[in-house]
């Protein structure tokens, strides 16, 4: 079974552009969350989808949004980049709606802002 | 107050050597417990998770929840050089409804010296 993909793995752009990731969960898996992980401040919850709807919500300005298809792949969009921008952005997918302790992890958007 | 901190280590440790990670968590409500290892470059994968206080043991790794002390432990036995990595623990966010948000720590980065 194919895991987590999550595309491009590297991306590098310039302060003010914005930016598309790209996360294909596992087949099946209904459930997409997405992540920021800085060297400072860790792995912090940006959102969550589920069936096409957003059910949750982190504490990330609104430049910060997500999509989730009929398929379940879903997409994250940061517009007006900021130096601060620059992280790891992970997506983890898992089969069941809630609670589910089987999230599984692609390998990352490394996204550089210069 | 940050609802999961995590000693940051990093931690350098000889081949063989009993390995200790730990983290504190605020909400007395969480009740499940995860571990994940992150590899360099790669998503992090669940390494185990427990419920509740007690103790959970699998091959080399054994996770121990103190709920009376909102502590909780991650330790690894005769620690191979495969070990190295970094070691987040994460507790699934069910306060408010439907979610599989997870709370993560700021990890441990762990190196086994051969």
């Given at each position: 079974k194919a895991g987590v993909t999550q595309t491009p793995r590297y991306l590098i752009k310039t302060r003010g552009q914005q930016v598309t990731l790209s996360c294909s969960p596992i087949s099946g898996h209904r459930s997409v969350s997405w992540y920021q992980q800085t060297p400072g401040q860790g792995l912090q919850f940006l959102f969550e989808y589920f069936s096409e709807t957003q059910r949750n919500k982190g504490?990330?300005?609104?430049r910060f949004s997500g999509r989730q298809f009929s398929n379940s792949r879903s997409e994250m969009n940061v517009s007006?980049?900021?130096?601060?921008?620059s992280a790891l952005y992970l997506c983890a997918s898992s089969l069941?709606?809630?609670?589910?302790?089987e999230q599984y992890f692609g390998p990352g958007t490394r996204l550089t802002v210069t | 107050q940050k609802e999961v901190e995590q000693d940051p280590g990093p931690l350098s440790v000889p081949e063989g050597a009993i390995v200790s990670l730990n983290c504190t968590y605020s909400n007395?409500?969480?009740?499940y417990f995860m571990w994940y290892r992150q590899y360099s470059r790669k998503g992090p994968e669940l390494l185990m998770y427990t419920y509740s206080s007690g103790n959970k043991e699998d091959g080399r790794f054994t996770a121990q929840v103190d709920k009376s002390s909102k502590y909780i432990s991650l330790f690894i036995r005769?620690?191979?050089?495969?070990?190295?990595a970094t070691y987040l623990c994460a507790i699934p966010d069910?306060?408010?409804?439907a979610t599989n948000k997870l709370i993560f720590g700021t990890g441990t980065l762990l190196a086994v010296q051969p």
């Open positions: 504490n990330f300005p609104g007006t980049l900021e130096l601060g921008d069941s709606g809630q609670g589910s302790y | 007395s409500a969480f009740q005769d620690s191979q050089p495969s070990d190295s069910f306060y408010g409804g």
